[in-house]
């Protein structure tokens, strides 16, 4: 009820009373007329009422409709009005309502009282609807709510800043944020209406939907200020709306590609309508009709079509208690994805999506079955794919972790095994051949492993040149030691490409579960212990974690396996004493079916005759290294026909048998006349047995030739081979009839452009046939001035190939008979190219039998047959250099076996460009023998001390060397054995000259070095680094001085190298990073400002097993930050695994501290390391900055660097800048920081001020 007091202008309610004119309620202002308390009117008479207060009956009744009166109180006159009015509600009763007013102006009284009651009567009607009404002024942005009910989103009353309160309140959903804005701007901008739609969240949590309505009142004066506001509930239209859309969208979602579409009611157990079938014989098979029982569909369903392994999982997201389930946890979909059976009777992967809608109080679903067989199809190819390794096709990282977590799980304490395989030298492949190489050869270590490994493993790539094998369900560990042998073994080979070679081996670190660990990062982490220990203790070999060494026999580092595998014919090699089978090629063991390891141990009679006893045709006796013995034979184990071919050879130093088997019956001929058959077959074989038989290709070949152009009644046949690299093609071999000219000789250095035709035929390995050349005299000229030049006016000519790219052609130039068998060329091309491989396998093998792989020197067997046979040159000058290189053993330790496999490629570089003519062996891995014959002595000895000076200048320790030369060789044995004196007598020398002997007594060095750094020998020395801007220092490089007593002060270059020979640097390393903390906390402590200061490692002390727990240990007595102290590691770091690096790294910025590169472009700049490591500071070499001014090319690489540094956000210093010239260079470039003489020397830490 309205709460103002009774003004002259303004009327006021003052009694309500209901249709039988009881009072119901009368206004505290009565209280002035009445005698009684205002609360005993209710339930009296409103005549009784109106007596009490206005001492008077009332004209008129009010159950018609009016009645009025007039009275006075003391000098003021009343009117008293009663008012019969409806009460806006459905079938309720009209009210009584008594109005009182002070009497005026008659003519003004009546309009307002008109007003009044229209007020009265929209204030009446509104309280009894369900919308919220206010009245809203603009200008004041203000709002009063009439009557009791409020908004949800404002307090009832008065609400000052409606508009700014509207918006920011938390009940109205932000997405009705927008709406709602523009409704008031609307207002601000002079509609006459604004609405809005409001999603309200109430605090219950539930949610309800507004339509807010803003209408302008019109004054007339031009001043619309007020605006009446109603808020209506529009929840229940709106829900009824949203699921009608939401129906239709599913409805049209349910018909586009789908094999079924239906509705089914979940909480009545029934399908209630269907809506497509697109698969409909299928679907009523199982019982889809409108009415069935949902679940029993979904049964029959299941059991009829759906994959056993997908049947659980369908069944259980479908059954209608889950759906329900979902749905009141505020899912409005449930999904399955399963293998199901489609019209065809093909298993398709299939998709069952249900929308859930509540309807009258039911939950509905609308189904939908689509066919998502191709997107299916291509997400496992992704997931495939993502757990693949691209290169190799092996698991990559991730998933084996994820299968071998699985598997140890699964399997308990069951024994497995956990192998990690290395490629060792793999970089030197790659820097030498180039990625691509490398990655081929990594490819074709993958096929090895996974030829070696059944399915009773997981074989992986870890990355790079890594590669994990897991074998589960193992009988014992020797079964897997003896895997490990064979991956070895098997993996070994040499890369060549020209006159580059580098030797492939690999080491395995092989951890056992449980006895090692039941987790997979327990095993990782001791298998990976164990190849580090293989790597160190030599490479090519595998070490259990825990247990010594095993080796592999290194066979003399030649994988000629790999060779043999290249060829098509079946190749293997037995011992000829007790005929132990050594190795079967691919081909022979996919004839067989076998795997590479089911040959060990095993008899060649047995595997391949299939006989317990040896063949009584075997001719181990009669094979010769020589040459091959040819037969032919068939055998009743493999029921075929094979020309046979067996040669001596060595294997691993020592004779062997190696036969090759040409499978005949797969080169005759089949699909023509008997007697084309008959004389094809017949040249056919007789090509065989010739290519089989002949000791030198190029007979064989012209015997072939001859075959081919009687064969064919044709006048010449040729091959050419293909020089791709040099884009030329050759003509080197023939055969011709009598009387018919060479063109041998003019076919020579053929431009591959010049015959477009030809070239572009084979390379699309087509067959060329020409039966008439007059026909290219057009199309083709210069095909036809070729082929017209050599009288060819017809030809037949197929291609061969070399590897899989096309190589070359054998031709027959005016065949005239038997033009319908091309076919024959096909084949005899085939074994042509066949054959020249082998002959190739040969000559490399017999070349591997006798030099070493590695450097391609001759090896010590060689040397043992030279000495055999040097007794032939006695009498002659003969001259003697034995070598040794000095601290190679040390150099593999230190830097790995590729640096040492450098070393010894650049001697043997050296040797011999210094003796071209000479014959020079490597006996072992650092020994050396260079004989020289017919050499006069002056000329000997020149050439001995020009290659010594290169030797110590081109090896870290150079070479120790011994040399003897006689005039007349009478005692070749002597002369070695006082070279070999000679030599030993360099190599004490270089032994008492070096510091590398001081490593036998580190531990008196410790003692010593312990004192002095008790004693104050070892001081602590600041250099600062300046801003070349500003001329401020913003950090120092801390270094280390020597000095004892009566002694000179000395540089780190006196002391450093010595003490990491004797591998001690680590405590001086560690003593200064303390000291430099010290020194920070006592600035600390005395107020003075902080400044970065950088501390110099060594490369030994970061690979310092306990490197991190030192450095937390170190830090954790000082109250510093890590990041105030920057470690300084050089260039050399680069010679660690790139693994190591990055371990380094993440693990140093990890403690908090900063990393600086020392000394970038001292030697070389290892770039990569950039790349692996992140750097906080390079630091460019002063070798680069001193001869900057002069040097132009220095300038341009010290700015390339400067500005690779900016693009890296790394701060880049610049050494030993002594010079203004070099300052404003510098400057110019960019240089952020100084470092160097110019500004200052290195002072002492207690005399440097901060």
């Known amino acids: 009820m309205p709460q103002n007091s009774l003004q002259p202008d303004l009327p006021l309610i003052v009694i309500v009373a209901d249709s039988a004119q009881k009072v119901r309620y009368v206004h505290e202002e009565m209280q002035k007329f009445l005698d009684y ?41 009343y009117r008293l009005t009663v008012q019969l009015l409806d009460s806006g509600r459905e079938q309720a009763a009209p009210e009584i309502t008594v109005i009182l007013q002070k009497n005026g102006d008659t003519e003004r009284r009546n309009l307002e009282q008109e007003l009044s009651l229209n007020l009265q009567r929209y204030k009446i009607a509104l309280s009894r609807c369900s919308n919220i009404i206010w009245e809203y002024h603009l200008d004041e942005d203000c709002a009063y709510l009439q009557g009791d009910r409020r908004l949800p989103f404002a307090p009832s009353g008065k609400i000052t800043d409606f508009s700014k309160k509207m918006v920011k309140d938390k009940c109205v959903d932000p997405e009705s944020l927008p709406a709602l804005r523009q409704m008031f701007l609307d207002l601000k901008a002079g509609n006459s209406m604004a609405c809005a739609l409001l999603h309200i969240r109430r605090n219950d949590g539930g949610q309800r939907w507004f339509r807010v309505t803003h209408t302008v009142l019109r004054s007339g004066d031009g001043a619309d200020h007020i605006a009446i506001g109603v808020a209506e509930d529009i929840s229940r239209e709106q829900k009824e709306q949203e699921r009608y859309q939401q129906e239709e969208k599913y409805r049209q979602a349910l018909v586009v590609d789908a094999l079924a579409s239906y509705e089914i009611d979940i909480d009545n157990d029934r399908i209630i309508e269907k809506i497509i079938e697109n698969n409909k014989d299928m679907l009523a098979s199982v019982g889809l009709s409108v009415n069935c029982r949902y679940t029993q569909f979904l049964k029959r369903w299941a059991e009829k079509n759906i994959h056993t392994e ?18 009141e946890n505020g899912h409005q979909e449930a999904e399955c994805e399963y293998r199901s059976l489609n019209a065809n009777n093909e298993m398709i992967w299939c998709n069952t999506t249900i929308y859930l809608i509540e309807s009258g109080g039911h939950l509905m679903g609308f189904v939908n079955v689509k066919n998502i067989e191709e997107k299916k199809r291509k997400e496992l190819e992704l997931l495939r794919q993502s757990r693949i390794d691209p290169l190799t096709g092996l698991l990559n990282r991730a998933a084996c972790l994820q299968e071998i977590n699985y598997l140890l799980k699964e399997n308990g304490p069951e024994e497995s095994a956990l192998l990690i395989i290395d490629v060792d030298n793999f970089k030197m492949v790659n820097d030498t051949f180039g990625h691509m190489y490398g990655d081929k050869v990594l490819a074709g270590i993958a096929y090895k492993l996974r030829d070696i490994f059944d399915e009773d493993a997981i074989v992986g790539r870890l990355g790079g040149d890594e590669f994990l094998i897991f074998m589960f369900h193992i009988p014992g560990e020797d079964a897997v030691c003896h895997k490990a042998q064979i991956v070895a073994r098997e993996l070994q080979t040499i890369q060549q490409e020209g006159e580059n070679q580098v030797v492939v081996t690999n080491s395995i670190g092989i951890a056992f579960s449980p006895r090692h660990g039941s987790r997979f990062q327990e095993l990782y982490v001791k298998a990976d212990t164990a190849l580090r220990y293989a790597k160190q203790s030599g490479k090519s070999c595998y070490s259990v974690f825990g247990d010594k060494i095993s080796r592999v026999v290194p066979m003399q580092y030649v994988n000629r396996e790999w060779l043999l595998d290249e060829l098509e014919e079946i190749v293997y090699i037995s011992d000829i004493q007790d005929y132990t089978l050594l190795y079967v090629n691919r081909v022979g063991r996919e004839q067989i079916g076998m795997k590479l390891e089911d040959f060990e141990k095993k008899k060649c009679y047995q595997m391949l005759q299939g006989r317990n006893t040896p063949c009584p045709f075997c001719n181990n006796a009669k094979l010769v290294k020589e040459s091959f013995i040819t037969w032919e034979y068939e055998n009743p184990y493999l029921k075929k026909y094979f020309i046979v071919k067996d040669k001596l050879v060595e294997w691993n130093g020592r004779p062997v048998r190696m036969e090759i088997a040409v499978d005949v019956g797969n080169h005759l001929i089949g699909d023509y006349t008997t007697t084309d058959k008959y004389h094809m077959e017949t040249v056919m074989l007789e090509s065989l047995r010739t290519l089989n038989s002949a000791e030198d290709l190029e007979s064989g070949i012209t015997r072939i030739l001859e075959l081919i152009t009687r064969f064919y009644d044709g006048c010449r046949s040729y091959i050419i081979e293909i020089d791709r690299e040099r884009g030329y093609a050759h003509n080197t071999y023939e055969w011709c009839r009598e009387g018919i000219p060479s063109q041998k000789d003019s076919l020579q250095n053929i431009a591959l452009d010049a015959i477009p035709y030809i070239f572009e035929t084979f390379n699309r390995k087509q067959h060329l046939i020409i039966s008439r050349v007059e026909e290219l005299k057009y199309t083709y000229p210069s095909e036809y001035q070729f082929l017209k030049r050599r009288r060819a006016h017809s030809l037949f000519a197929v291609p061969f190939e070399d590897e899989t790219a096309f190589s070359g052609y054998i031709g027959v130039d005016n065949p005239n008979i038997n033009q319908d068998t091309i076919r024959l060329l096909d084949t005899i091309a085939y074994n042509i190219a066949n054959e020249i491989k082998k002959r190739r396998l040969y000559e490399r093998l017999e070349f591997e039998a006798g030099h070493d792989t590695l450097s391609g020197l001759l090896n010590r067997s060689s040397f043992v047959r030279y000495q055999s046979e040097i007794e032939k040159k006695c009498g002659a000058p003969c001259g003697i250099i034995t070598a040794d290189i000095n601290g190679l053993k040390q150099l593999n330790q230190d830097f790995g076996h590729s640096r040492g496999d450098e070393t010894i490629i650049e001697v043997t570089r050296i040797m011999r460009s210094s003796f071209p003519e ?22 000997f000895m020149k050439l001995v001390k020009n290659m010594g000076i290169e030797l110590d200048s081109r090896t870290p320790s150079g070479v120790s060397l011994g040399t003897t030369w006689v005039e007349h060789l009478t005692d070749f044995d002597v002369l070695l054995h006082h070279a070999e004196e000679l ?11 070096s510091d590398e002997v001081r490593k036998h007594y580190s531990p008196e060095g410790l003692k010593l070095l312990v004192h002095d750094v008790e004693q104050g020998y070892y001081r602590l020395y600041l250099q600062p680094k300046f801003d070349p801007e500003t001329g401020t220092v913003h950090s120092v490089e801390a270094l280390s001085r020597y000095q004892a007593p009566g002694r000179d002060l000395q540089s780190p270059v006196k002391f450093v190298s010595l003490l990491e020979k004797m591998k001690l640097i680590r405590y001086l390393d560690f003593y200064m990073l303390e000291e430099v903390f010290r020194l920070l906390s006592r600035w600390k402590a005395e107020g003075k400002p902080l400044i970065p200061v950088s501390v110099n490692f060594s490369r030994i002390t970061l690979l310092e097993s306990d490197l991190f727990q030192m450095l937390t240990e170190i830090q954790s007595k000082y109250d510093v930050p890590c990041d105030m102290v920057m470690i300084e590691i050089t260039e050399r770091i680069g010679d660690m695994e790139h693994k190591v690096m990055e371990s380094i790294g993440s693990k140093l910025r990890k403690a908090g501290f900063r990393i600086s590169l020392d000394d970038f472009g001292a030697d070389y700049a290892n770039m990569s390391i950039l790349s692996i490591m992140h750097f906080d500071e390079v630091k460019l ?48 470039y960019g240089c952020t920081t100084i470092q160097g003489f110019y500004y200052s020397k290195p002072v002492d830490a207690e005399q440097f001020l901060v």
């Open 1181 to 1228: 070499d002063k070798s680069l900055v001193e001869n900057l001014v002069e040097n132009e090319k220095n300038q341009i690489i010290v700015r390339c660097i400067i500005e690779m540094c900016r693009r890296l956000h790394v701060d880049c210093v610049a050494e030993g800048v002594e010079t203004k010239e070099q300052l404003d260079l510098l400057k110019e």
């Open 310 to 327: 997908d049947r659980f999982i369908f069944l259980q997201e479908m059954n209608p208690d889950v759906l329900r389930r979902r749905f």
């Open 918 to 939: 000479g014959d020079i062996f490597r006996l072992s891995g650092d020994e050396f023998v260079i004989v020289a014959m017919n050499m006069a002595y002056e000329n």
């Open 983 to 993: 030599m030993l007598v360099n190599k004490q020398i270089y032994y008492k000259n």
């Open 37 to 77: 308390p205002v609360s005993g009117c209710s339930g009296r008479d409103l005549s009784e009422v109106i007596w009490d207060i206005a001492g008077q009956r009332l004209n008129g009744t009010p159950d018609k409709g009016y009645g009025e009166l007039l009275f006075s109180r003391g000098t003021e006159e």
